[in-house]
């Protein structure tokens, strides 16, 4: 099993930054691609971004291309996820995932 945990999130103005961070626990995480799904109000669930376990492969949605990063440390068995030049449209619950294992999220709003 893996468990998954989140924490980073607030409260932005636009422009601004944010990096959330995703401790995994349990049989070896470093084992496990991990992603980043966001789910805004009233909106379907969107994949932000993933890394693959040997931090060789990487995806980012079209939307966040130029602006997120992410990285692994796999010594901490926590993913970061570095979102820099924020819009009000990146405001959602963020949340960190593996095959079935989800964390809880937390929210990111980006507002003036």
């Known amino acids: 099993q893996l468990q998954l945990v989140e924490s980073g999130g607030g409260s932005v103005l636009p422009g601004g930054s944010l990096r959330l961070s995703c401790v995994a626990s349990?049989?070896?995480?470093?084992?496990?691609?991990i992603s980043w799904i966001r789910q805004a109000p009233g909106e379907e669930r969107e994949r932000v971004s993933c890394?693959?376990?040997?931090?060789?492969?990487?995806f980012f949605a079209d939307a966040v291309k130029g602006r997120f990063t992410i990285s692994r440390d796999n010594a901490k068995n926590t993913v970061y996820l570095q979102m820099n030049n924020l819009k009000p449209e990146d405001t959602a619950v963020y949340y960190c995932?593996?095959?079935?294992?989800w964390g809880k999220g937390t929210l990111v709003t980006v507002s003036t």
């Open positions: 890394l693959s376990s040997s931090g060789g492969s990487r």
């Open positions: 349990g049989i070896s995480p470093e084992r496990y691609d």
């Open positions: 995932n593996s095959r079935t294992y």
